[in-house]
């Protein structure tokens, strides 16, 4: 137990070890082997890029595309490396033999390199005493280096050539880390290693293709070409190249010449002469006199690490210097920057990094003026800019910042505007200074050329100038910003006041806020929103609704004040998908989706019941803020309301279905809980379809809760008596069936006087007991409501009758009637909607 605890234990040490100095290149060789596991032992997938020789241990995203670089990749199977195959056997079923660096050479086709050791006389140490790495060119690769001939033909250039190629210690490739200097036998010059994420090794650049070939003193690592020394810095080559004069003038007027030659890890993408002749002159010399904008430029095109072309599989985005980013990818052979084929050479490798001459100019935003920031999506604002003359007073020294409609903002009515109206529609998209998206802050006034202030709105996920908002896509040029609006700005022109009044839709809303006092919160000068209703909207207001509203000035200034809300609300920065909580002057937080009723007295509750019919504010997506904070809505309420005669009606709150056809039988004020008898009374006392209730005291009528029901048609009560329902769920109310009753609750039944009418529904099947029956319906599941069988009555109250609530799309309440003065309570609405114009 204790040997096989301690193999165990061992096996996990070992694993754990062999996980932590794992390399991107062995994991990818490991996905290798899994994918080939049905071709046998020791067997690794590849792909190759057809057409060419390239060969390669694919990431997950070439293999499933199965292509790299765009073109397609076929898969093969080859061994392992370290593996060989044995005629007859299926798979790579055998270890490659160990033999010195030398011997190893001719193992891993390497013959060539092999041959040119024996040559020079380097033969002597692949085969000595000592531990060695060599990263041996392929046979293909000497073979495409064709001017090596005048090297191969002097052998003390060619052993100084393959002793660069050559370390002083065995590394594995889990040994080689990204930015790794090693020193080579040659004189220590310094060979530079990358390791990339996507398995890919380098060494001056030369991808390893065949990694780990053990030998008995040292490793063998085939590349796939024969690497040069890298003695010169980036600003060295710079210096030295005929094609790079103007890039050198750039670096030196830039300041940037002395961190070109610092000892960093950098890649240059050089434009060459050519590429700086292609631009126009004016914005060459435009670059040439502005120190600032050459730096931003120069650092556009430099990154901070060293990106060799063979480790680029697809296309990877890169921050540069200047802090924007590129895109770099390949197509074949072919580097591409930006989606463009624009390298002319690859691969120059310095001692700080590595260089790629490129045929264009790479131009970042921070080296271009703002106007010619702007793009496709907005091409109409900048054709008209330039029509009307408002370019020449956006000079590259003068800062600006330009709020550029998209195309889809400008209408025919509006290109047809008369030009001088047009120009000034147009200067109140320019603003006079430089404000970045990071600058702007809520209540932030802008002036524009035009001389207007703009007003800056911050929301949660918007930032809206006046009544347009912008959309992503900021950008930063040399001499200001360009941001994009999702509408034409339209400064404010008048108050609010004058806007109602000019308007003509808004009387019975202006005479209410001059009744209430009101009048000078619409012409004052503050941040407003005005949820206004127009006229249309106290259409079933009768005069004697008007004055019951203005009759009470507190509860009229409470429902106008929740009218309004405090700041400017632009519909672009409400957030979608969620409730949006506006706190109101009134006090209560106005919920667009989802808005709580503010409460009055019950005469002005059935008021605000007609004013504001809807529960929830419901915004169009598109719909367009008024510049004055004003939104409108159409039409009157649609609510049938309850006509309260004699009697106490209380509707708390109806939960779904149709509340039309709702009865109740019977009920007193006096006593809810008790329900008398004074004489005996026999056999069968049945109550058929109530259709009226007589009683000379006043009668209480309370449904407690109705659920899938008809309404309340008519309720007449005049004698007392007592009838509880205390939930009625799916099904019809009007027939109630009373089974038993019980003698230990004292609650009884008086009827002092004489009942009439029609009492043929309700059955007392037994009375138990000397004491009056109790009568109780506790809750009603199922059924229809009107037909509604008591199937079990349980004990105390059975007096209240209440309809807590009603949620439906139906909440029409036809009548109700009764003796006494009625009280009639709509305590919540649901599912209704206010809609915008």
């Known amino acids: 137990m204790i040997l096989l605890f301690t193999a165990t234990f061992t096996i996990m040490v070992l694993s754990s070890l062999d996980q932590v100095e794992s390399s991107a290149y062995d994991k990818i060789v490991t996905h290798s082997r899994i994918r080939a596991k049905s071709q046998g032992p020791n067997v690794c997938a590849l792909q190759q890029v057809m057409g060419t020789k390239k060969k390669y241990f694919s990431t997950c995203r070439n293999w499933y595309n199965k292509s790299i670089c765009g073109k397609k990749a076929v898969v093969l199977y080859e061994c392992c490396p370290g593996y060989m195959k044995l005629d007859g056997k299926h798979g790579c079923p055998a270890v490659a033999p160990i033999d010195t660096v030398y011997g190893t050479l001719d193992l891993v086709q390497a013959k060539i390199t092999q041959q040119y050791s024996d040559q020079s006389k380097l033969r002597e140490e692949l085969d000595g005493a000592g531990s060695y790495t060599m990263f041996a060119p392929s046979d293909d690769a000497w ?55 996507n398995g890919v090794v380098t060494v001056n650049c030369a991808r390893i293709i065949h990694a780990n070939q053990v030998a008995t003193n040292g490793v063998v690592h085939v590349i796939d070409r024969v690497i040069s020394f890298a003695v010169q810095t980036i600003m060295d080559e710079i210096e030295t190249n005929d094609d790079l004069t103007t890039l ?35 914005v060459l010399e435009r670059l040439m006199s502005d120190t600032t904008v050459l730096e931003a430029l120069l650092k556009y095109h430099l990154l901070n690490s060293v990106q060799c072309s063979e480790a680029i599989m697809a296309g990877s985005v890169y921050e540069t210097l200047e802090g924007s980013n590129i895109e770099i990818g390949c197509d ?125 709105f911050i929301y949660r996920t918007a930032v809206c100038i006046e009544n347009a908002c912008m959309v992503r896509g900021s950008r930063e040029g040399s001499n200001g910003v360009l941001h994009l609006m999702r509408s ?20 019975i809303f202006l005479s209410l806020m001059e009744s209430a006092g009101l009048t000078d919160l619409l012409k004052q000068e503050g941040s407003y929103t005005l949820f206004a209703p127009i006229d249309a909207a106290f259409d079933t207001l009768t005069e004697e609704d008007i004055t019951l509203l203005k009759s009470d000035i507190n509860t009229l200034r409470a429902i106008l004040l929740y009218h309004f809300s405090n700041g400017v609300f632009i519909n672009g920065g409400l957030e979608g998908g969620v409730t949006n909580l506006l706190k109101t002057i009134q006090g209560n937080n106005l919920q667009v989706l989802s808005v709580n009723l503010p409460v009055g007295h019950e005469d002005i509750l059935i008021l605000l019941k007609k004013l504001i019919r809807h529960i929830q504010l419901k915004v169009h997506p598109g719909l367009d803020m008024p510049p004055d904070g004003i939104f409108t809505f159409p039409s009157g309420p649609k609510v049938k309301v309850v006509i309260g005669e004699p009697g106490i009606t209380t509707v708390k709150r109806v939960i779904k279905g149709d509340s039309r056809v709702t009865k109740v039988k019977k009920g007193t004020e006096r006593d809810p809980n008790v329900t008398k008898v004074p004489g005996e009374r026999r056999g069968d006392l049945s109550f058929t379809k109530v259709r009226q209730v007589v009683g000379r005291d006043p009668s209480v009528i309370k449904v407690t809760r109705v659920i899938k029901g008809d309404s309340i048609r008519k309720v007449v009560g005049r004698d007392p008596s007592v009838t509880k329902v205390t939930r009625v769920i799916e099904g019809d109310s009007s027939v109630t069936k009373v089974k038993k009753g019980t003698e230990r609750d004292p609650n009884v039944t008086k009827v002092p006087g004489e009942l009439r009418g029609d009492l043929s529904v ?34 105390r109250d059975p007096s209240v009758t209440k309809v807590t609530r009603v949620i439906g799309r139906d909440q029409s309440i036809t009548k109700v009637a009764e003796g006494n003065p009625s009280v009639t309570k709509i305590t919540r609405l649901t599912e209704s909607m206010y809609q915008f114009d």
Do not use: W
């Open 143 to 197: 073979k495409e280096n064709m001017p090596s001939s005048a090297l191969v033909s002097r052998n003390t250039e060619l052993y100084d050539s393959l002793c660069y190629h050559v370390v002083n210690k065995r590394l594995l490739t889990k040994d080689l880390k990204n930015d790794m200097i090693l020193q080579s036998i040659n004189d220590n010059h310094d060979l530079y290693i990358n390791h990339y994420s």
């Open 248 to 282: 050198k003038t750039v670096a030196l007027r830039s300041g940037l010449h002395g961190q070109l030659g610092e000892s960093k890890h950098y890649t240059l993408f050089a434009p060459t002469n050519e590429a700086f002749e292609k631009l126009d002159r004016d």
């Open 332 to 456: 074949g052979e072919s580097l591409t920057v930006n989606g463009i084929k624009m390298v002319l050479k690859k691969d120059i490798v310095t001692s700080n990094g590595v260089i790629h001459l490129i045929d264009q100019v790479l131009m970042p935003d921070s080296a271009k003026q703002v106007i010619e920031l702007i793009g496709k999506s907005q091409n109409i604002f900048s054709d008209m800019v330039s029509e009307l003359g408002l370019s020449a007073a956006m000079q590259p020294e003068t800062e600006y910042t330009i709020l550029a409609p998209l195309n889809g903002a400008f209408s025919e009515e509006l290109m047809s505007m008369d030009q001088r109206l047009l120009k000034i529609i147009l200067e109140n998209h320019i603003v006079k200074l430089r404000v970045s998206l990071s600058d702007l802050y809520n209540g932030q006034l802008l002036e524009t050329l035009g001389g207007k202030l703009l007003r800056v």
């Open 488 to 507: 034409l700005i339209q400064p404010p022109e008048t108050t609010i006041y004058k806007r109602l009044l000019k308007d003509g839709r808004f009387k």
């Open 762 to 795: 309700t059955k007392v099947r037994q009375v138990v007991g000397r004491d009056p029956s109790v009568t109780k319906v506790t809750r009603v599941i199922k059924g229809d409501p009107r037909v509604t069988k008591v199937k079990k009555v349980t004990e």
